[in-house]
């Protein structure tokens, strides 16, 4: 079959591999559309990140080479020995994330912090590819209404629903989100599907702040015109928002998240960036403001297929770009390392 196979950073090769086989407990699946992730992006350009530098506990892959890819929708072709919960046919999405099972956080459901946490695409073949295997306790069907392009947006969705989660948003309470990437935008429109009053964004490019507006925004604002602070405040009877996501994750989205909220607020950091951020204490102290983080999901999957399948989250304006996986290097990965502020999400087909 056909696949994109990552060797090394900067070498990323569209190739013929063995198809790959369903042992016991596994789904193969026929891939249809695979979203572009920001870490696809990462390993391309200074990999090896979450592709394990060390054979990985679990599946013993290192350093490549690996299939990338993991936002995406599948058919079912092929069921290995002891699979019931999927037949043949089955339309799909997988939650990528592989884990032991056994340790504490397994054991406690919190399997994002397993210790010995691998992801499909990073430390198992990914889904820039014709087919792949997977472990049929990550497989999960797609209702008719949510398309396959849709069901590529199960993954990123699932971050967001998780943040809402982890953030601990009260309904009707004011919202700010700060960033409008892939991420910023599904977690605007997952914390209005989870009953969110306003719904504030802040994001320095035009076209995203348009986006953001016509997926639901109450207002959108340039953080590099005036104050959002005070316009947010003007628009919330002087409080300013009751929560805010930080998708950026860099000092001057933070000092936005900071600003643009109020007394008791909760920040939760969804986007980080590699550098240290300093934290101004004294003004988080003075208001009892709270600094949560969101890292990945768990068990967010139904939640997102759920606000996918009803219309609460519309993923359709969303998609930028359709390519081939032939295509995959030029007119995705680097495409979006060059000029990225031009996209949101492009989707990658294997044909
Ligand atoms: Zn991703
Ligand atoms: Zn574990």
Redesign the pocket.
Known sequence: MKAAVWHNREDIRIENVPDPKAGPGQVKVKIKTCGI?G?DLHEYKSGPFIIPAKPHPLTGRANGPIILG??FSAEVVEVGEGVKSVKPGDRVTVNPLIYCGKCHYCRTGQYVMCTKLGTAGFAWDGAFAELGVFPEYGVLKIPDSVSDDAGAFV??LAVAVHAVRRARLRIGASVAVVGAGPIGLLVMQAARAAGAGKVFVIEPLKGRRELAARTGATAVFDPTQGDAGKAIGDLTDGLRADWAFDCVGNQASFDTAVKVTGRRAVICVVGLALKPIEVPFIRLWGHEKEIVFSSGYEDEFPAAIAYLADGRVNVEPLITARIKVDDLVDKGIKELIEHGSDYVKILVYPK
């Open positions: 992730c870490s993991h936002e993954e990123p």
